[in-house]
Every structure is written in structure tokens, then in C-alpha cells.
């Protein structure tokens, strides 16, 4: 077996602590390291269509939305404040990528669309995310991938419960 970051930092410890079951960082160690890892991964290929990561996420939530989402629901649904979801759309608006409209039946709420030129480049960066997800998974193997999936959705579940 190969011997990795973790697996030194858990002999390490358990040579300076024979009483405790460092184990547990063997899972959760390199599930953070591989967490950063595919960060990593992931960011590169929405730097590629000129977006962070907060702004795929923006354009992405709004792509399977079709009728748009107010700004705090889009702020809900990515997980960011109000304020810092209002200056994602400022440059997203200001590079012609989201519209902002009146919300029908209430002049006063907004309700944030897609451009033609955002669902286009949306369209090609979920594309190309996808198929680096796929690369991703392919290094790791089918059978450990298909194995994988649903021990973390059980595992997310304790986390982040169903609504």
C-alpha cells in the first residue's frame, strides 16, 4: 500500500499517542485532501470560459431555472449572502450575462434571467465541467465510483437532511 500525506500524519501520531485511534483521520484526512484536489480541478475549467466559481454556480443555478429566481433565492439556493450574490450580478449583468426584470405582479421584486449569451456560455461550460467530472471519475475507476456514491449520499444526509 502506498504511503501518503495522511498515512505519515497517522503514524506520526500514533507513535507520539499509542492510546488514541487516529484511523478516523485516514477517511476524513483524505477526503479533505482529495476535496481540495478536485477544487482545484474544477475551478480550472470554469477559469477557461473567463468564470469563478461563485459565478458558474450563479449561471448554473439559473440555467435549470428557466423562469429566472429572484436574487435572495438565488442567494439561498448558492449558498451566499444577499450582498455578496448583488455583486455577482453587478459583473455578471455588466459582461451581458444576466438580465434583471420586474417580477410579474410586483413592480417592486426583481427576478434575474439568463441572457442569450449567458445561456450560451453556460451551456458550454456545464458541458466541459461535465466531462472533467467524468475524467475525474474514470481515474478512479467505475466499480470504486459506483460504490462510492452512495456512501457519501448517506453520509451528506446526516449533514444536510432532505427538504
Do not use: C
Not at 507520539?16 to 485516514?26: A, L, T
Not at 448583488?86 to 417580477?103: F, I, M, S, W, Y
Amino acid at each position: 500500500m502506498t504511503t501518503d500525506k495522511v498515512a505519515r500524519i497517522q503514524e506520526q501520531w500514533a507513535r507520539e499517542r499509542p492510546d488514541q485511534d487516529f484511523s478516523p483521520m485516514g477517511v476524513i484526512g483524505r477526503l479533505h485532501l482529495v476535496a481540495a484536489h478536485l477544487t482545484a480541478e474544477l475551478v480550472a475549467v470554469y477559469a477557461q470560459f473567463g468564470l469563478t466559481e461563485a459565478e458558474f454556480d450563479v449561471l448554473a443555478a439559473l440555467r435549470r431555472s428557466p423562469d429566472g429566481w429572484a436574487p435572495s433565492e438565488l442567494a439561498d439556493a448558492t449558498m451566499v449572502t444577499t450582498g455578496g450574490m448583488t455583486k455577482r450580478l453587478d459583473r455578471l449583468q455588466a459582461d451581458g450575462l444576466v438580465e434583471r426584470h420586474r417580477a410579474p405582479g410586483d413592480g417592486r421584486a426583481r427576478v434575474v434571467r439568463l441572457t442569450p449569451a449567458g445561456r450560451d456560455l453556460i451551456d458550454r461550460a456545464v458541458t466541459a465541467h461535465v466531462a472533467n467530472e467524468r475524467r475525474l471519475l474514470d481515474e478512479l475507476g467505475e466499480d470504486s465510483a459506483r460504490a462510492l456514491e452512495p456512501a457519501l449520499r448517506t453520509w451528506l444526509a446526516r449533514f444536510e437532511p432532505e427538504v
